[in-house]
Every structure is written in C-alpha cells, then in structure tokens.
C-alpha cells in the first residue's frame, strides 16, 4: 500500500500505514514456521506495524528465535489464525473464513502486538454484542376483571412495571346488598427485554379480582 491510503473492506474495517517499512527492506524474503505451516513473506509486510514482534524478529532486535532445516523461523503458535494476521499486514484488510471465530484471531493480533488489528476486532466485537442487546421489548399484556368499586385500588397497587392499558364495560352487574355493581375488564401491559439468554415471558391470563 502507498502513500498511507486508507481502505475499507466489506464491513467498513481497514488500517491506514502511517508509517513506511524501513528502507532496504523491500526485497528480502522472509520464511516463518507458524506450528508446522510455512508461510513465505517479505520483510516489507512484517515490518508494516514496527511495534509487532514480526517486525522484531525479523530484524533482530533483541529476540531469538530458532529456525528449521529451511531457514524459516520457528513460531510455537496456531498457523489456523495467522493467515488472516498476515493478509492484514499485506493490505490493512480483516479478513476471515466464516467459521473462523474472531475472537482466536484476536488471541494471536495481542501475542503479536499488532495495536490496529487488536483494535478493529475489538470494536467488530463490541458492535455484534451492542446489536445482540437492542432488540425491541415484547409487550405481554394482562386483563383483570373487577367491580367498580375495586378499580381505585386495584390501579394505585399495580407494580412491577405493569402499567395500566385500557378499560372495558362488559355490560353486567352484581347485586352485593342493595347496591348494584358493575363489571369491567381493566387491561394492563407490561415491557420484556431480550437478554442473551433468551426471551423471558409470561403468558396473557385473566385474573378475578375479589376482597
């Protein structure tokens, strides 16, 4: 990549280089021996984020690593993860299988102290926990009947989070003594969220509302 382009990939997610590989560096291949799976780069894509430990090793600085009968150096860790680590170093692009859980790829960006990859998983994680958490609430609804010297309190005792909806005459009566009664049927509703575990319910019902 030249001149620090930023590019987006299919989500929206790449890394800009800032900073250019070290001079001399272009054309010098290097062999790594990732838990038995050769993979063959450049000096120039390791050395793409200098802080990493792929920069460091194949420059020397202070790490030592042994090497097989080819030459490659030998790297004790899943060669399943660090393909997706070196196509980013190639071109600033995240890209994976769609089996391949994110988050191994982000166990191997931290051991190797890859800063702008650690931070785009990161985020892509964040973003699929976000989306898990904000869906709409289902509304479960309740109807009570009562009489209607009961509605006063029946309302002033409601809690939990039901909330009263709507009222309904149904037209009959009771006679307690000498006085007559009228029926209604009070609707109430009430919010549930989704949670990672699943929807928690609670079924519609009708309930008689006695002293």
């Known amino acids: 990549m030249e001149g620090g382009e930023e590019m987006q990939d299919a989500v929206g997610l790449r890394c800009t280089w800032d900073i250019p590989p070290p001079a001399g560096t272009q054309a010098k291949w290097v062999r790594l021996n990732v838990g038995g799976t050769v993979f063959l780069t450049t000096r120039q894509t390791l050395c793409r984020e200098q802080k990493s430990f792929l920069c460091r090793l194949c420059q020397g600085e202070e790490l030592q690593s042994d090497r097989d009968e080819t030459g490659a150096y030998l790297i004790d860790r899943d060669p399943t993860y660090f393909g997706p680590i070196l196509n980013f170093l190639r071109h600033g692009k995240l890209v994976l299988d769609k089996d391949m859980a994110e ?9 190797y102290n890859i800063g702008p990859l650690i931070r785009i998983i990161k985020d892509r994680l964040e973003e699929k926990d976000y989306t898990v958490t904000q869906v709409p609430p289902k509304h479960v609804y309740r109807v009570l ?28 009566s009771y006679n307690y003594g000498n006085e007559d009664q009228t029926e209604f049927l009070c609707v109430v509703s009430k919010e549930l969220y989704n949670s990672p575990n699943g929807l928690s319910s609670e079924p519609s019902h009708k309930a008689k509302v006695r002293p």
């Open 103 to 111: 988050e191994g790829v982000l166990e191997e960006a931290e051991f």
């Open 145 to 172: 009947q009562c009489q209607e010297e009961e509605l006063t309190q029946m309302v002033s005792t409601m809690s939990d989070g039901w909330r009263f909806e709507q009222l309904v005459n149904i037209g009959s």
